[in-house]
């Protein structure tokens, strides 16, 4: 058992984010992020944690996601890493969290009193989420390759079938909560990647490479550089974030 | 093509590709996911089936045994308690070795508005 104190991930508004878009109008009921080398991380102390994590918005009403009294109408989850002083952490949040975090352990299961870590550097990680129009059952997955840990979690979410596009909300993201009078956590001992993403297509249930993305920063201040300084690469390619220019750059 | 219809045509690709923000990144081919499907498709099939064996009367019985367990109220004595949700956890290896191996339930609370995580152990129903 573990009390966490740290805030959490909450929506995408400070970090950088790679956005599933509207562009090509593609309708979508699933999103998976993939992490095939999980990053090695040592804590900073002083320092906040940082995030890699899969968002997604239920489509229709885009306020008072993070209002528990706005669920079913509005609805949103978001499962990934977050790296603390514990080590890498899978994650989840949702409406009916508030947002606010909740951690989950795959791997150890006996010594709770010590910190579990159920993502070890260089781990194969797949994070999914999933809307079945058939149930409006929404569900989260981590699972974790190397071990064959995995987990989930669902919900049903009534007259849920889509996941919303074109918004920040559905998207990979990278956070750090810049927590007033520190910088970015710089604690990789290489820049994380987020290897590939992928979109499940309403038309046929297939999963898909995304058909586009939108990349942008949320919050970096003064952020005079461009996204190609933060964010290299695409969710096809592999997305590698560049912490030191981030921490540079992006600090309070 | 004349060398002069070459050059527009690449003069004209060059501002087209500057005028696009880099942000803006299109893929008109999109390629089936094929890898890591098998077992991502495993764990899909597992969880519609799985999630539908806690029912409501199971999650309160759960609730109240964790509550009641020693540890539970050592540590959480006077402070507010809020059961949020549960979520499983299996191992694949362990579940196509034997397909009857119970998952592990996590129980999500918050406690003072900080989240709190019991993992109540499958097979042994050790909290």
Redesign the interface.
Known sequence: ?????EN?PLLPNNGIVAAYPN??NQAIDGL?M?IDNTPDWTYQFGYGWNALLLNGQKAGQNWGLCTPTQFPNAYFAQVGLIFDSTGADFA?ADT??SC???????SV?TG?SGDPAPASTGDDL?F?I?VDDSTD?W???A?N?T?????????VVSSSNLLAIGTPNTSVFYENPRVAGTGWSNGFAADPVVDNA?ERRDSNG???????????DFQCNPGLL???DYLSG?T?TGLTFDVSDIDADCGI | MTSKTIKTILFAGLIAAMILPFSMVDFADADKVNDKDKNVKAIEKEAKNTSKQLTKADKENLDQKIKSTKKVQDLLKGKNVVLIDESYHGNLLELEANPDTPLDIIMHYEVDGQPFTVVVDGTTNEI
């Open positions: 058992m573990k009390l966490y104190e959490g562009w090509n998976r993939d989840w009916q969290t606010n975090p909740q951690r989950i352990f795959t299961f709770l797949i999914q999933t059952t569900i989260l997955y699972y390759i071990t064959s840990d995995y987990w989930y979690k669902s919900k992928y297939g999963w898909y490479n995304w058909s586009s993305e939108a990349q942008n461009s996204i190609g695409t096809v």
